[in-house]
């Protein structure tokens, strides 16, 4: 049951080209769709009055509806033919990036959200199998680079042209202007993809499918509603947990017991796979998160308007483009290698945006946000190289799914940790900050240390609150960085235990 069981007939090397260049292009539409809304997340939050943690819903609840999902893209492929479920996931993704910016409500958009996630999540892994499987091996590398510049020009092309177009009208055609490329997409879907062959007997493993998207869909609202209610004092948070145990519980046993299981352990028998997945959770949750946590750090504490916010998103796009240029040519000598580059890049930019203060300037930000990205752009060819190297052609369907579900599972819970993280620790500090806010502080006396901050009166009492506010924020941000820079670099001594592929020949 996997996207690749159906095998494609040759393809000559001009139609290769042009199917790489259909699934690049949707590819590229929906890495725009998923990141230029980041940009407007401080506007969507005051437009919706919602909170930090409940503005971040939109990205975390997209994330794991794209990773249940995931996993069903075999099964999809295989029951309705890749060219007809690439047309509906790339049409219903488009009709949902509307609707997201017709959305009125927090639970409007969280649920438009949602349907975008379902309906994009089968458009990477199967666009990657189409690729793997219509390229000889010794070309998988280019291949695989040139779709990743649909990764990478996406993130460049949606903050910038969603910056200014969120300045000049709202936050609203930040999804609106994506249509035109939806449209194109469409159509080269419709002319170059001519797979139709599908099975209707292929069946789908509904237990384990519902157990593990309710161990998922738990695990995520536990953390995303964990710090609002105060954890396991709250018996919400008591049943989410029960949840996620029970669903987890049911997904392990009915998969090793039943012949048909959702996600073949077998697979997990591969060194190089079963490896590859860990490193792919860490790169799924080192992906997003600068871009989640800079827009409402730089607009909120440092007041840069919308346009400016997408130009420093874009710079690591540019970033990405510039890493993409060389990443492979260095994976040609070892993968790992290029691997280990990027796992230490991440964690380099993660320490200087831990350096930030309050008065980040527009350079540090965007110098920092391309080095990540150019980090980011190391991760995706070697990884995907390595943890596919050793599996047999007829495994790649069903392994891309699950290659894709952790990357996808591994952002949407490492961005809610580190939103948490903010708001838990932003708490902490304005609590410990406030405590030198008393009378009996001698600085207050100073009129040169104190300035505007005083407590003598109403007006000053407000902005002494609004700057602990403000300092203590930027710490929350800080000790995020730290934990994203030593996420990263704590993986970096295991990449060697991969297995190197052996040359193409």
């Known amino acids: 049951m996997t996207v690749s069981a159906?095998?494609?007939?040759?393809?000559?090397?001009?139609?290769?080209?042009?199917?790489?260049?259909?699934?690049?292009?949707?590819?590229?539409?929906?890495?725009?769709?998923?990141?230029?809304?980041?940009?407007?997340?401080?506007?969507?939050?005051?437009?919706?009055?919602?909170?930090?943690?409940?503005?971040?819903?939109?990205?975390?609840?997209?994330?794991?509806?794209?990773?249940?999902m995931t996993p069903t893209s075999g099964w999809l492929a295989n029951r309705f033919g890749r060219r007809a479920v690439m047309l509906?996931?790339?049409?219903?993704?488009?009709?949902?990036?509307?609707?997201?910016?017709?959305?009125?409500?927090?639970?409007?958009?969280?649920?438009?959200?949602?349907?975008?996630?379902?309906?994009?999540?089968p458009i990477t892994p199967i666009s990657q199998a189409i690729i793997l499987n219509s390229f000889p091996r010794h070309q998988h590398g280019l291949a695989t680079a040139v779709w990743g510049m649909g990764v990478v020009v996406g993130p460049i092309i949606g903050p910038t042209l969603g910056g200014f177009v969120a300045e000049a009208y709202n936050w609203r055609w930040v999804f609106f202007m994506v249509l035109p490329v939806?449209?194109?997409?469409?159509?080269?879907?419709?002319?170059?993809?001519?797979?139709?062959?599908?099975?209707?007997?292929?069946?789908?493993?509904?237990?384990g499918f519902l157990a593990l998207a309710t161990a998922i869909g738990s695990f995520q609202l536990l953390l995303d509603r964990g710090e609002r209610q105060d954890w396991f004092n709250s018996l919400e948070i008591i049943v989410e947990a029960s949840l996620t145990v029970i669903g987890l519980y049911i997904f392990v046993v009915h998969t090793f017991t039943t012949t048909t299981p959702f996600l073949r352990p077998q697979l997990l028998l591969d060194r190089n796979f079963a490896l590859g997945l860990a490193f792919a959770t860490a790169f799924g949750a080192l992906a997003f998160v600068p871009m989640v946590l800079l827009p409402t750090l730089l607009q909120d504490l440092r007041g840069f308007p919308d346009s400016i916010v997408g130009i420093i998103l874009a710079s690591r796009g540019?970033?990405?483009?510039?890493?993409?240029?060389?990443?492979?040519?260095?994976?040609?000598?070892?993968?790992?290698?290029?691997?280990?580059?990027?796992?230490?890049?991440?964690?380099?930019?993660?320490?200087?945006?831990?350096?930030?203060d309050l008065n980040l300037s527009i350079w540090d930000a965007m110098w920092t946000s391309a080095f990540q990205g150019f980090?980011?752009?190391?991760?995706?060819?070697?990884?995907?190289?390595?943890?596919?190297?050793?599996?047999?052609?007829?495994?790649?369907?069903?392994?891309?799914?699950?290659?894709?579900?952790?990357?996808?599972?591994?952002?949407?819970?490492?961005?809610?940790?580190?939103?948490?993280?903010?708001?838990?620790?932003?708490?902490?500090?304005?609590?410990?900050?406030?405590?030198?806010?008393?009378?009996?502080?001698?600085?207050?006396?100073?009129?040169?240390?104190?300035?505007?901050?005083?407590?003598?009166?109403?007006?000053?009492?407000?902005?002494?609150?609004?700057?602990?506010?403000?300092?203590?924020?930027?710490?929350?941000?800080?000790?995020?960085?730290?934990l994203f820079s030593a996420v990263a670099m704590a993986v970096v001594p295991f990449i060697f235990f991969l297995k190197r592929p052996e040359p193409a020949v």
């Open 182 to 207: 939806c449209l194109v997409s469409i159509l080269g879907i419709w002319v170059f993809i001519t797979e139709r062959q599908s099975d209707k007997h292929t069946r789908l493993d509904w237990i």
């Open 318 to 356: 540019v970033g990405s483009m510039i890493g993409t240029v060389t990443v492979v040519w260095m994976t040609r000598f070892d993968p790992r290698i290029s691997l280990a580059i990027g796992f230490i890049s991440q964690s380099i930019s993660g320490l200087f945006m831990a350096q930030f």
């Open 375 to 482: 980090g980011n752009s190391y991760l995706w060819v070697p990884l995907t190289i390595l943890a596919f190297a050793t599996l047999q052609p007829r495994q790649m369907g069903e392994a891309t799914a699950i290659f894709h579900l952790v990357r996808n599972l591994g952002s949407a819970l490492f961005i809610s940790v580190c939103v948490g993280v903010v708001i838990h620790y932003t708490g902490v500090n304005y609590a410990v900050i406030s405590e030198h806010v008393s009378p009996f502080n001698e600085a207050f006396r100073m009129a040169s240390v104190a300035g505007d901050w005083n407590i003598d009166s109403l007006n000053g009492i407000a902005r002494t609150g609004r700057e602990v506010e403000r300092q203590a924020s930027m710490i929350g941000y800080i000790n995020a960085f730290y």
């Open 88 to 121: 509906w996931c790339v049409t219903g993704f488009s009709v949902a990036t509307i609707l997201c910016g017709t959305a009125t409500s927090l639970e409007a958009l969280v649920t438009y959200r949602v349907a975008q996630g379902i309906l994009g999540a």
């Open 6 to 68: 159906i095998a494609d007939p040759p393809k000559a090397s001009l139609e290769r080209y042009f199917v790489l260049g259909t699934v690049t292009l949707a590819t590229m539409m929906f890495a725009m769709a998923v990141t230029n809304s980041y940009v407007v997340l401080p506007q969507m939050q005051g437009s919706l009055s919602a909170t930090q943690d409940q503005i971040a819903w939109s990205v975390t609840f997209n994330l794991v509806a794209m990773a249940v």
